[in-house]
């Protein structure tokens, strides 16, 4: 079997000084490089000082690469894949090729190294010992508002990636499917220049997007808390008139019902009683 490997290396999401000399090395060791988009790479290989061989690899053509990078490595030249920033496959082309050099027999080697959703979780405030991470919601509102009603006994808290053209779209939903209640933590532009953190209920980040246009511009990771849950703080009758109405209704709508009349929060209810069942 061929000695050469497939590399799977993370490239930086900002900082260019994020790039690990392992990463260094490998890139100009392969003989190959398979990039999410040649053009954009090439300007992170001409500040590295790195020739290389390259060639696209995207979802549109990851079946075909696949198969003809696949045979490159079992001829001997080994491949590295990259993607336009951070760690491939995360929400990037990759998952094909790996696949099919499983498959082969073929060895695949991770570097370890950026990854927008992991940078932002490690200083949102939020919690780390359990998360899901989500990638990218829906583009159309209905299933997007769908995707986020997951989250509404959700006691984990969840990481989505955003483009800008639909963050103010994505806050909105959260707001109208989640409630102002729960604390989202939104990243921007990670590692670069313009880097921020804004915390707070889906309103105040509202207001913060919409108080300058260039808040909504970059990059964004969007985090947001897994419901806090203490049925000791659910009044005894509370409790008993959704028992009553969980039986005739569908249980968001009997959550609904009895967070009004009682003044509580619909999420917490909502857990409350899928915790009955």
């Known amino acids: 079997m061929s000695s050469a490997s497939l590399y799977i290396v993370p490239t930086p999401i900002g900082n260019l000084q994020d790039i690990t000399q392992r990463a260094i090395d490998v890139l100009s ?16 290989f001409q500040h590295l000082g790195i020739q290389a061989k390259t060639l696209s690899l995207h979802d549109h053509n990851e079946d075909k690469r696949s198969q003809m990078l696949c045979q490159k490595i079992l001829d001997g030249e080994s491949v590295a894949l990259i993607s ?6 995360i ?5 094909k090729l790996v696949s099919r050099c499983r498959e082969q027999g073929i060895d695949v080697i ?48 969840t ?13 909105n939903d959260v707001k109208a499917v989640l409630g102002n209640e729960r604390q989202i933590v939104l990243a921007k532009e990670l590692t670069k220049t313009f880097e921020r953190y804004i ?12 108080e300058d246009p260039a808040h909504q511009k970059g990059e964004f990771v969007l985090m947001i808390d897994g419901v806090q849950v203490d049925q000791n703080d659910i009044p005894e009758d509370a409790m008993a008139l959704l028992k009553r109405l969980k039986s005739d209704l ?14 509580l929060k619909k999420n917490a209810l909502y857990q409350a009683g899928l915790d009955l069942e």
């Open 29 to 44: 060791s392969v003989v190959w490089i398979a990039a999410e988009d040649t053009r954009h790479s090439a300007k992170l």
């Open 84 to 89: 336009d920033a951070g760690t491939p496959l």
């Open 91 to 95: 929400s990037d082309p990759g998952y």
């Open 110 to 157: 991770a570097l370890p190294g950026p990854c927008a959703a992991i940078t932002a979780l490690s200083a949102s405030g939020l919690a780390t010992d359990k998360f899901i991470f989500e990638g990218f919601l829906p583009v159309k509102t209905v299933a997007r508002q769908h995707a986020l009603e997951a989250l509404i006994s959700r006691p984990h808290t």
């Open 159 to 171: 990481v989505f990636y955003e483009a800008p053209r639909r963050i103010l779209d994505t806050i």
């Open 199 to 210: 915390s707070g209920s889906a309103e105040n980040v509202i207001e913060w997007l919409t």
């Open 250 to 263: 569908p249980l968001k709508k009997a959550a609904a019902i009895v967070a009004d009349h009682y003044q």
